[in-house]
């Protein structure tokens, strides 16, 4: 869209995003509500998610700095850590707030513990890649420091 010459690429954006969601979002409540056969809704929702990825205007759109440079800066971590965090997010859940050990419906609870667990989940690789991706040359100098300290004192207990 076009003001004055000027591509307004946020309004694209979230153009394009109302869109895709559109398809998305109505799919996603009718997979649950089983009215049509499950493999028509993810039908549905994959293509609405597809669209939502291969949007121009949506991976164009940032608040600062570009999604997927963002995303990419932990996602190893998340990648390794999200079921570990998720099942204690689940097990604190389960000991605090009477959470169920079984199936949890799509009620609102369900989604809001989705949600915490997938904030529980960003926030934690996110400290973790602190921790670890973002200081890589360093972790790994510490390491071989450790790993040369040890080898020292060992050949030094033993008397080698």
Excluded at 33 to 44: E, G, K
Excluded at 56 to 79: E, V
Excluded at 88 to 103: K, N, R, S, Y
Aim: charged share 15%.
């Amino acid at each position: 869209m076009q003001r004055l010459g000027v591509v307004d690429r946020g309004r694209d954006a979230i153009v394009a995003q109302g869109r895709s969601k559109a398809i998305a979002h109505p799919r996603l409540v009718l997979s649950r509500a089983a009215l049509v056969p499950q493999s028509v809704t993810d039908w549905f929702v994959a293509g609405g998610l597809a669209l939502a990825v291969t949007n121009a205007a949506i991976m164009r759109w940032t608040t600062g700095m570009p999604a997927i440079p963002r995303g990419a800066g932990f996602s190893y971590s998340l990648y390794a850590i999200h079921l570990p965090v998720c099942i204690f997010i689940g097990a604190l859940m389960e000991c605090f707030v009477q959470w169920p050990t079984t199936l949890v419906q799509p009620d609102a609870r369900g989604i809001l513990a989705f949600i915490v667990m997938t904030a529980g989940a960003l926030v934690a690789a996110r400290g973790f890649a602190y921790l670890t991706e973002d200081n890589t040359a360093a972790l790994r100098e510490w390491l071989t420091n450790l790993r040369a300290s040890l080898r020292w004192q060992a050949g030094r207990v033993s008397g080698t």
